[in-house]
């Protein structure tokens, strides 16, 4: 088998977006960076007398002057430095990120991932192949980062024993998964992650704004549906005949590694058959819980969607149990745990993964605590909003050049966590301001962030998936790579972004408890 990829040509524009990006520092560092700056310029903007007002939100209070707050003063220091740990403990996506990733840590080491996505792939007609295969990584979704490592191979086998080119396996479930992310059938940890981020930055505006932690959920459903289609279309009639004439395949994957990758044993099917009867079991238990009026699990008016219903309270725990507990049945009944030390040590091993993000959410939280401090966030939604309301450019209009502005940043900053960590404080105020809700701000958010994800060099997972291409096409590159998917990136940012116009103009809800624009709150002297 080849593993390494011959050196190609660098040139192009991707390339040369490649080596920019490989110029610039790490997302940790930008943040450090970003804090820095906002400390300076609380400094110098304090000394400005901007007339901006915040409207209040309580009955018979004045609106608020907008002033910027000078970090530097010996108190505000004081407080900063006793807050950091608190910051850190209370940044949004910190702790939802590490519990769900510790369910999935167990799954993925019992092996009940890895089988689950064979079994999902072994249900197929040759001539539905390539639907099968988007299908299957929409729903891999819910397993986050793992379906990278197993997904791709397994799609690139099933389409090399079907007589079809193999990358194009790899280019459709790669499209599916990473360009088809803001897709989804099932809730996923990005869920609460999006949510924490936009109600804390719609809170700087409107200190009571409550964002639904499925605020995007019919959208993404309804995605799903134009994901799997366009991914078809483009894999047959686009990528595939591209393969075929540029890609001869000139390495063959070993009979041992074929048994490897697709063989499900009998001990596995046992283990997968319990694994998800406990799944069943646990869906029904959940069901039944619901059905009372006066069930905790609903909110104290009896709704089951609002934010303050207690099913809704507990998305994130929910996937921690349903990765961990079928993980555990999987893995003790095929021998992969023998004991609950093993068990143990899955979850440390998927912590691990997670130290950069940890790292990053440190210095992250310090510069969100600066940033809402100082009020430079409020200044700068009001003198955006001040700006839009100038233009007077329509809602429609507004909105795609979000898509657009997030589509071009993403081709250097990849990871949706650090993006809208940057932008939420600056772009949901700013659009609130303007009658524009946090809801469709970050449904426009994550339509750019899903499509343009497969066609940069930047994404982390791209020297993974060019290693399982170079198992068959040993010249396999970036450029190789880049050039498969860019016909996804454009036909996902098509069709996506034609799906939320379509949700709006037919005033289709969002998702649970969400809009599309609310009161404006104006900007300027009152």
């Not at 007339?51 to 209070?61: I, K, N, R």
């Not at 890895?114 to 990584?137: D, E, H």
């Not at 686009?238 to 009998?266: G, H, M, R």
């Not at 750019?448 to 994800?453: E, F, G, I, L, R």
Request: glycine share 6%.
């Amino acid at each position: 088998m080849a593993t390494d990829a011959a050196p190609i040509k660098k040139k192009g524009f991707l390339n040369a977006v490649e080596r920019f990006g490989n110029t610039m520092p790490s997302v940790t560092m930008l943040f450090i960076y970003a804090l820095v700056i906002c400390w300076i310029l609380s400094f110098l903007l304090s000394f400005i007398d901007f007339d901006y007002y915040l409207p209040s939100h309580v009955e018979g209070q004045a609106p608020q002057k907008i002033e910027v707050l000078n970090l530097f003063t010996y108190d505000r220091i004081v407080t900063f430095i006793i807050s950091t740990v608190k910051n850190f403990m209370s940044f949004p996506p910190l702790g939802i990120t590490i519990v769900a990733t510790l369910g999935i840590g167990i799954a993925e080491k019992s092996g009940f991932i890895n089988t689950s996505l064979k079994k999902l792939l072994s249900f197929i007609s040759p001539r539905f192949l390539t639907p099968t295969v988007a299908f299957v990584a929409v729903v891999a979704h819910i397993v986050s980062d793992s379906a990278y490592v197993v997904l791709m191979p397994v799609a690139a086998l099933m389409f090399y024993a079907k007589g079809r080119h193999p990358l194009a396996g790899i280019s459709t479930a790669f499209a599916g998964l990473a360009g088809g992310f803001s897709a989804s059938f099932l809730p996923s940890k990005i869920d609460p992650i999006m949510q924490s981020f936009t109600q804390d930055a719609a809170r700087i505006v409107n200190p009571t704004y409550d964002v639904n932690v499925l605020a995007n959920y019919f959208l993404s459903f309804g995605s799903t549906f134009g994901v799997i289609l366009m991914c078809w279309f483009i894999t047959e009639k686009v990528v595939e005949p591209w393969l075929n004439k540029n890609c001869p395949l000139d390495s063959q994957i070993s009979s041992q590694e074929t048994k490897e990758l697709s063989e499900v044993t009998a001990l596995d099917k046992k283990g997968f058959r319990w694994a998800g009867l406990s799944i069943v079991a646990m869906i029904v238990l959940i069901t039944v819980l619901l059905i009372p009026e006066s069930s905790p699990l609903r909110a104290p008016d009896g709704s089951m969607t609002s934010s303050d219903a207690g099913i809704m309270q507990m998305i994130v725990p929910l996937i921690f149990i349903f990765f961990a507990v079928p993980g555990i049945i999987f893995g003790f009944m095929t021998k992969s745990f023998t004991s609950s030390n093993d068990v143990v040590k899955a979850m440390e091993d998927i912590i691990k993964s997670l130290i950069p993000f940890i790292v990053f959410a440190f210095f992250a939280a310090q510069f969100l605590y600066s940033f809402n401090v100082s009020n430079i966030g409020k200044l700068i939604a009001l003198a955006g909003a001040d700006m839009l309301t100038t233009m007077k450019f329509p809602a429609e209009l507004t909105i795609f050049l979000v898509i657009a502005l997030v589509g071009v940043v993403n081709i250097l900053i990849t990871s949706a966590t650090s993006k809208w960590a940057i932008m939420a404080p600056v772009l949901v105020p700013m659009l609130m301001a303007v009658g524009i809700s946090p809801e469709l701000t970050q449904a426009a958010f994550r339509i750019s962030d899903s499509a343009v994800n497969v066609a940069t060099p930047m994404f982390p997972f791209y020297p993974l998936i060019i290693m399982y291409c170079a198992r068959y096409y040993t010249k396999a590159g970036v450029g190789t790579l880049c050039s498969m998917m860019i016909p996804y990136t454009a036909g996902l940012f098509i069709v996506l972004t034609l799906t939320l116009y379509a949700f709006w103009w037919l005033n289709i809800p969002l998702g649970f408890e969400s809009t599309y624009t609310i009161p404006v709150i104006g900007a300027g002297a009152p």
